[in-house]
């Protein structure tokens, strides 16, 4: 009974010891691939050296050709797929052979038995034969066919520290291993066995003559026709060894850094576009490179899908001297005022203007900072959108301090600046003017959002993400006005030779120059893609000529030249929630009875502001102008009612300083009882509850002056509630202080005044 089993059990016996085995010594698979990055449409852009400093790309199934697949196994295992991963017919000839010559041979390695040597290299005896046998058949258990097929073609040796077929591909042939033809296929083909004696680029007359036997020999076998045979012999050979294909660098690096255990990671870049975008910046660079501007970085996002199809993060990555290796995509510097729009929009948003709003571009001083317009000239009253397309610094000033500037660092916050919501502490009205810092990828993305209804998302790097727009950072009606105002031709920024571009596109853009002239900006949006371009020195030296509108804007529209020029046959429609109304052309408000002039503006329904036009005032005078009433001190006849401008204090100052005539209200009549409350004087020096200090062997005085209204001809200073001086409205008078708090007051002719407090410290130096 017992010899009954016996034959099963000897059957079954290699069976359970290949299990136990497998068991106790597992297969293990740890080979690291370089990483490779590709284009959107899978061209090679990028690939790193493996930690043990080998080349070893990894190729997929779907690049193995059936050419590839052919040649190989005809040349080295033709019954792949019939055998367990041994061959016994081999063996047993290369046993034969070995004891009657004395000689090895390596005819008994199948595909699979190479691939275990591969993946635990050991000296050549026939115990680690043995092992490779059995490291053989795990792999079959383990694997399918072609997947062992697989990873013989990417451990093949090549020579030095080239593995793998497309290793091979790209670094003798600059092909994919799906692209190469088949006297390449066979030359890749037969290298492996005598990777020194068939070295490409030392011998490749010698290569070439043992492709060509080669593929006399498929001739033979039929293994392909007639004329492609003829074709590959008559192929001439003159691969070398090149360098791994360096496109993209910084981003590449990037992704690579992003994605460790990626060995294929595929990039969202539009090689097209990306090397036009490479070659403008570079070439821009040579031009203006002896101004002492040696960097440029642009930023190309296709704005329906977010994703970037072009990032050139310097001017020449391999420039060490200039620092190419810096990615100045995401470097943080002043933005300058390229900030501007955003603000403006959140002011729309809030009903506080709209683009034909007028506003005072005049010297201001809020709690002791003065901010100035970059070409040091104030313009009087301006509206909004000349403000913005001329960059004005005043205005937006102003207009952050009517939103509040906490409420605009918060917003900026949300829309993913990074620096500023770590600043943001320590932020405030400059930040608009670009006192605070931003990297060039955070700004296109907030421009990109302009280019999508204000709707905002994160940028997109691989070719399967799609956008995911999560925010709203402004409304779709704002963002449109904002839009067209940035698409005006009549502004400063304008790139020079405008009217000599060929196929200028249609571009709304804005321009930033940081202080110091380090930074100059420039980014801009059409509606299919967002292009950021920066320009100074990595090393932060500024440069006099280095301004947003003289440099960066030029490069800006290069890109957009080389990359879009069908963009003006497309554009931006407007909401429907935007619309237009008749407001008076001196304060860009709802008009009044007395406005004469009227002009067209965009406007939100519900949102934007509905006051009257308060521009000018009824104002009763005598019958000679030479006095003003009120209705206290009206007589019973002899005057008059007359249209008076309303000037702010502010701008009736302005007007002072640069002695502009403008209509003065007569001064009000001076027996009248009546005490006024409001329109008291603004003091604008000193600051109020500022610390000064003051050099005790220095006779140091400090400024007094103030801001009046229209019709106050004397305002009268007091110090510590003790009369100092009078004078004039806009006239500036000074005063030696004492040490300690020290209370100033202003008072006008019409009983109105204010009053502030400064504390002085006597210091020696």
Request: aromatic share 12%; charged share 20%.
């Amino acid at each position: 009974m017992r010899n009954r089993y016996k034959p099963i059990t000897l059957i079954s016996l290699p069976f359970v010891a290949f299990f136990v085995l497998n068991t106790l010594f597992p297969l293990k698979i740890d080979k690291e691939y370089s990483p490779i990055i590709l284009s959107q449409k899978d061209e090679f852009m990028h690939s790193y050296l493996t930690a043990d400093d080998k080349w070893r790309m990894y190729t997929t199934l779907e690049e193995i050709t059936p050419t590839l697949k052919q040649a190989i196994l005809f040349k080295e295992d033709r019954f792949f797929y019939y055998h367990p991963g041994i061959n016994p017919i081999s063996i047993f000839r290369a046993l034969i052979y070995n004891v009657f010559t004395g000689r090895r041979t390596s005819g008994a390695s199948t595909i699979t038995m190479q691939v275990a040597r591969m993946l635990a290299p050991k000296e050549r005896t026939y115990g680690n034969k043995v092992v490779e046998m059995f490291r053989a058949l795990q792999l079959e258990w383990q694997f399918s066919k072609d997947e062992i097929f697989q990873l013989y073609l990417n451990l093949v040796p090549y020579g030095g520290n080239i593995e793998g077929v497309k290793s091979a591909a790209v670094l003798y042939f600059n092909k994919m291993p799906d692209h190469l033809s088949l006297a390449e296929t066979t030359t890749l083909a037969i290298i492996p066995n005598r990777p020194n004696s068939l070295r490409l680029g030392r011998y490749n007359g010698f290569v070439q003559q043992e492709r060509n036997k080669w593929l006399e020999r498929f001739r033979v076998a039929g293994l392909f026709n007639e004329e492609a045979i003829n074709d590959a012999i008559n192929e001439p050979l003159s691969a070398m060894r090149t360098g791994s294909p360096q496109k993209a660098p910084h981003l590449s690096l990037r992704l690579k850094n992003q994605f460790p255990s990626q060995i294929l990671i595929r990039s969202s870049v539009d090689m097209n576009i990306q090397t036009k975008t490479q070659a403008v910046l570079q070439q821009y660079i040579r031009q203006i490179y002896h101004r002492q501007i040696k960097n440029a970085v642009a930023l190309v996002v296709d704005n329906a899908t977010l994703q970037v199809k072009a990032y050139v993060g310097s001017a020449d990555y391999h420039n060490p001297e200039d620092a190419g290796q810096v990615d100045g995509i995401r470097a943080i510097r002043s933005p300058g005022s390229t900030l501007k729009p955003f603000l403006y929009g959140l002011a729309i948003d809030q009903g506080l203007i709209t683009p034909k709003t007028k506003i005072a571009d005049v010297p201001v001083n809020f709690r002791g900072y003065q901010p100035q317009n970059y070409e040091e000239k104030f313009n009087g009253q301006v509206t909004i959108e000349y403000a913005l397309a001329h960059s004005l610094n005043i205005p937006a000033v102003k207009v952050l301090d009517q939103i509040q500037p906490y409420v605009f660092i918060q917003e900026l916050s949300k829309a993913g600046f990074a620096q500023i919501e770590k600043d943001k502490g320590h932020l405030g009205l400059s930040t608009v003017l670009g006192g605070c810092g931003v990297s060039l990828e955070e700004l296109t993305v907030l421009y990109s959002a302009f280019a999508n209804g204000g709707k905002k998302g994160k940028l997109n790097f691989l070719k399967t993400d799609t956008a995911s727009f999560t925010q709203n950072i402004l409304t779709k009606e704002a963002n449109y006005m904002i839009a067209e105002v940035l698409t005006s031709v009549v502004r400063p920024d304008l790139p020079a030779h405008w009217q000599e571009a060929q196929n200028l596109p249609k571009v709304a853009w804005k321009t930033g120059t940081s202080y110091g002239r380090r930074d100059a900006w420039s980014i801009g949006f059409n509606k299919k893609y967002t292009v950021g371009v920066w320009v100074g020195n990595f090393s932060g030296h500024g440069v006099q000529e280095l301004t947003g509108a003289g440099v960066a804007a030029p490069l800006l529209f290069k890109i957009f030249n080389a990359v879009d020029q069908e963009s003006s046959k497309d554009w931006f429609a407007m909401p429907k929630g935007v619309n237009f109304r008749y407001v008076c052309s001196e304060s860009g408000l709802t008009q009044s009875d007395f406005c004469n002039q009227e002009i067209i503006d965009y406007y939100i329904p519900g949102v934007s502001d509905y006051r009257n036009c308060l521009h000018s005032k009824f104002i009763y005078v005598s019958a000679d102008s030479s006095k003003s009433y009120c209705q206290t001190c009206l007589p019973e006849n002899g005057y008059v009612k007359a249209l008076y401008p309303n000037y702010a204090a502010d701008l009736l100052d302005y007007f002072e300083t640069e002695k502009i005539n403008y209509v003065k209200i007569p001064s009000h009549d001076e027996t009248c009882e009546r005490v006024f409350v409001e329109g008291a004087p603004k003091i604008t020096s000193p600051v109020n509850r500022l610390e000064y200090l003051v050099d005790k062997t220095d006779s140091l005085q400090i400024m007094l002056s103030c801001q009046a209204a229209n019709n106050v001809d004397r305002v009268f200073w007091y110090i510590n509630d003790r009369f100092h001086e009078s004078a004039s409205a806009n006239e500036n008078i000074y005063f030696t202080p004492k040490e300690g708090e020290i209370k100033i007051s202003c008072a006008d002719d019409k009983g109105r005044h204010s009053d502030i407090k400064i504390d002085v410290k006597r210091i020696s130096f």
